[in-house]
């Protein structure tokens, strides 16, 4: 049986941010994904999967501001050469 709490969620550690973030969503609660993927970002900048659900998470919101922001802080730490930036770029209407 599922627990009503992700785990991990209750003192934020997990040893799959994706997994965790998926747990959050089921529950309904896109923000605390949200949160999490941009969390672990921070620390690993080239994690497909966390970026690609991301970037799925900030198309479905068409909130671009979120997004926005996201690149102005990863700027510069070595997201650039992933597949989710450019994705996330793509959406964002930005060349290259």
């Known amino acids: 049986p599922?627990?009503?709490v992700p785990?991990?969620?209750?003192?934020g550690e997990t040893d799959d941010p994706v997994a965790?973030?998926?747990?959050?969503l089921q529950y309904g609660n896109p923000e605390a994904a949200i949160s999490i993927l941009r969390a672990?970002?921070?620390?690993d900048p080239t994690d497909e999967r966390a970026g690609a659900l991301l970037v799925e998470l900030f198309r479905h919101a068409g909130d671009?501001?979120?997004a926005l922001e996201l690149r102005r802080e990863m700027q510069d730490t070595g997201a650039e050469g992933s597949r989710w930036w450019r994705e996330l770029g793509v959406w964002l209407g930005e060349n290259g």
């Open 64 to 66: 671009r501001e979120p």
């Open 40 to 43: 672990h970002l921070h620390r």
């Open 20 to 24: 965790e973030a998926e747990d959050h």
């Open 2 to 4: 599922r627990l009503s």
């Open 7 to 11: 785990v991990g969620a209750r003192n």
